[in-house]
């Protein structure tokens, strides 16, 4: 089954945008597509004036952690670097890497594949509640009802739900990183259209009977992002 990195980056006032999005466009994912597992790339810059405000994702394989523990991405990515590629990663404000294993994708994965929809809602949730029972039926929930729902939203392309493997946050000026905290899943909801925040399908699983059973027992949280670029 495929995984995902999950990147966020505040570029913050040490690094230049322009030379940061250029680097990171030109160079940085150009050597990532040296390595087979790497499947596809989108970024995305948030529209909902939160930070960090740049994300992108990683389509690969299989393990992504396994992937970046490897060998050939520390000899052909990690350690093939430029002066100006090292002031870059090591004083931008935040990098915040997440590894992430597929659970749940609609339509199915044998449906053909389609280009990188322009807008993303990213949905993330944790659990209060450690009973197992009770998560098995929030993921039924989520997977049979919530993104049903979601699915008649006029532009809407497809979701994905992921389970979180790792996070990890680089030490601004060093090259280390400290593993923190982070929700344990992540739903990537994509369209051709903004219009699906203004769309009451999105605010009827709050409000049906299963919502209010579940929602005071997982954390929800939610953000807005637009298409950057797309490999």
Same mark, same amino acid.
């Given at each position: 089954m495929s995984g995902?990195?999950?990147? *966020?980056? %505040?570029?913050?006032? &040490?690094?230049? %945008? /322009? $030379?940061?999005?250029e680097w990171y466009d030109e160079t940085y994912i150009p050597k990532l597509f040296t390595l087979p597992e790497f499947l596809d790339v989108q970024r995305y810059t948030a529209t909902d004036s939160r930070t960090p405000h740049y994300l992108s994702t990683f389509t690969v394989s299989r393990d992504p952690t396994a992937i970046i523990n490897e060998q050939p991405f520390k000899t052909q990515v990690k350690n093939v670097t430029t002066p100006l590629e090292d002031h870059i990663v090591t004083s931008l404000q935040t990098t915040n890497r997440?590894?992430? %294993?597929?659970?749940?994708?609609?339509?199915?994965?044998?449906?053909?594949? /389609?280009?990188? /929809? &322009? *807008?993303?809602?990213?949905e993330t949730m944790d659990f209060i509640d450690d009973d197992s029972t009770f998560q098995d039926?929030?993921?039924?929930?989520?997977? $049979? /009802?919530?993104?049903? $729902?979601?699915?008649?939203?006029?532009?809407?392309?497809?979701?994905r739900r992921f389970r979180l493997n790792e996070s990890a946050e680089l030490i601004p000026g060093t090259d280390s990183i400290v593993h923190l905290n982070a929700p344990k899943y992540y739903a990537l909801h994509e369209f051709t259209n903004d219009r699906y925040k203004e769309d009451l399908a999105m605010l009827a699983p709050i409000h049906d009977e299963k919502g209010q059973e579940l929602f005071p027992n997982a954390k929800f949280d939610t953000r807005h992002f637009v298409l950057h670029r797309a490999w």
């Open positions: 995902l990195f999950f990147v *966020y980056c %505040e570029v913050g006032p &040490k690094v230049n %945008e /322009a $030379d940061f999005n997440r590894d992430m %294993e597929l659970v749940f994708e609609y339509p199915p994965p044998s449906t053909p594949s /389609a280009p990188a /929809a &322009k *807008y993303f809602l990213l039926d929030v993921h039924q929930w989520y997977n $049979d /009802a919530h993104i049903a $729902d979601i699915s008649k939203i006029d532009g809407w392309t497809r979701s």
